[in-house]
Structure formats: structure tokens, C-alpha cells
């Protein structure tokens, strides 16, 4: 009752151009409804039936991390949000008291700390690409302006600064398209 109205929200907001500037900002929220869900029904039915509900908590938060590409700094905070809230529902509940809870504890951390590094990564590739890309585009604009100048120098004599021979047969070739056209 609580994930899918958020994610439905999520969602319809995506369709907006509103949404694109602060689409981590939704993401975020959409992706702590998300992970708050599993949480919430660990601390809602009886301990022994709780630990079946990490599975999906684990599964939301790599998730958040490889899937959404939600920004390191907000995907970590969700990731943190997550699991401060898991830790909050495992003491003011009885399920500390079950054997399987440290390990359980100890691979959802992991799971956590694996997504921040995937997350991690996958950032400084995706702003890496962008920096080429754009360094790409930069060289591009640079060669075609001196394909252009050199386009113009060898059809120009450099003593006398006349059309040449090649100068002189584009200029009759353009023309005689252009007079029969």
C-alpha cells in the first residue's frame, strides 16, 4: 500500500518535463518507498516469518544502485536510509533475538557496500564517456574548420592568390551542374 502509489507516482512524474530536473530527486524518494516496503513488512508480521523479507530488501537496494542510476551521493543515502531503517526495525522488534539476524545483518551490509562500488564505478564511466564525447565533439567542429581552409588553400594559388587549375575545374563543374539543373 505504501510502494506502489509512490513508484506509480514516480512514474506519471516521469512524463513531465518538470520531472527531468529533479528526476533524483523523485527517483530517490521513489527508490526509499521502494526499499522501505520489504522493512515495513519484516516489521509488521511475526519475527520467525520477518527474514524472508530481506531477500527483497537485498534485491531493491543493488536495485537502487545498478538499475535506477540515481548519482552516487543519492543512491548512497537511499542505500543508508534503507538500512538504518532495517537496523531501527531489527532492535525495536523481537527478530535480534533470532539466530539468523547477525548473518542476515552482515549480508545485507555487503549487498550495500557492493552496490556502492558498482554504483561508484559506473559513474565515473558514465561521466568519463560524457567528457570524451564532448572532447569528441570539440576535435570535430576543429578538423572540419581546417578541412574547410584546407578545401579553399589548394584551390588557391599562393603567389597570386587567383583561383588555381583545381580552383578553376570545381568552379566549371558547380556551374555546368548548376546550368543543367
Not at 44 to 65: D, K, N, Q
Request: charged letters at 20%; glycine letters at 4%.
Amino acid at each position: 500500500s505504501l510502494v506502489i502509489p509512490v513508484l506509480v507516482a514516480v512514474l506519471i512524474l516521469s512524463y513531465y518535463d518538470h520531472f527531468k530536473k529533479y528526476n533524483q530527486i523523485y527517483l530517490s524518494v521513489g527508490s526509499i518507498a521502494a526499499g522501505l516496503g520489504p522493512v515495513i513488512t519484516m516489521a509488521l508480521v511475526e519475527p520467525s516469518v520477518g527474514v524472508y523479507y530481506l531477500a527483497p530488501a537485498i534485491i531493491i537496494v543493488l536495485a537502487i544502485f545498478c538499475l535506477v542510476k540515481l548519482r552516487f551521493f543519492y543512491a548512497a543515502g537511499c542505500a543508508l536510509l534503507i538500512f538504518s531503517s532495517y537496523m531501527f526495525m531489527i532492535i525495536h522488534t523481537d527478530q535480534a533475538l533470532l539466530p539468523g539476524t547477525i548473518n542476515n545483518t552482515a549480508m545485507f551490509a555487503v549487498a550495500i557496500l557492493v552496490g556502492l562500488v558498482s554504483n561508484y564505478f559506473f559513474e565515473v564511466r558514465l561521466r568519463r564517456e560524457y567528457l570524451l564525447s564532448r572532447e569528441l565533439e570539440s576535435r570535430t567542429v576543429e578538423i572540419e574548420a581546417e578541412n574547410r581552409k584546407l578545401q579553399k588553400l589548394s584551390t588557391i594559388d599562393s603567389l597570386t592568390g587567383v583561383a588555381n587549375r583545381r580552383g578553376y575545374d570545381d568552379f566549371v563543374n558547380r556551374e555546368w551542374k548548376r546550368a543543367a539543373r
